[in-house]
């Protein structure tokens, strides 16, 4: 299956999402932070050869560097940008929506119900290429 990375600062959220997508087979590994999402993707330090997700899951608030951040890196990195972003929140301005919306980028608001999260990941699992 794919392997899928969670950033997120909600412990229960990470918990939760881990359980279900491990228990789809998928292999996942977790992020607590944006700095930490940064060095695991390879962004800070650079490191192009670090292996990649097949999909990431990303929280917008969070400490240290938020997921804007995060994912602008993703986008404007040349080997990370075609990485498929999932952007999970539950800051409902339209800022927030519009902000990933130019970047392809999914956004699914929280409180989300796993089910049909589950199906935009298995769509977007899909259609990668």
């Keep these: 299956m794919a392997h899928i990375l969670i950033v997120d600062d909600d412990l229960d959220i990470v918990k939760l999402l881990q359980v279900a997508l491990q228990g789809e087979g998928h ?19 650079e490191n192009p050869r670090v292996e990649l997700p097949d999909l990431v899951l990303l929280d917008v608030v969070m400490p240290h560097v938020d997921g804007y951040t ?5 986008y404007k990195t040349e080997w990370t940008k075609q990485v498929p972003v999932i952007i999970m929140t539950g800051r409902k301005e339209m800022h927030d929506l519009f902000a990933f919306a130019t970047q392809d980028r999914l956004f699914v608001a929280k409180p989300f119900d796993y089910r049909n999260l589950a199906g935009h990941i298995a769509h977007i699992l899909r259609h990668k290429g």
């Design 70 to 74: 995060v994912n602008s890196h993703l």
């Design 27 to 45: 292999r996942v590994s977790v992020a607590h932070d944006g700095a930490e999402a940064l060095r695991v993707l390879g962004l800070e330090p």
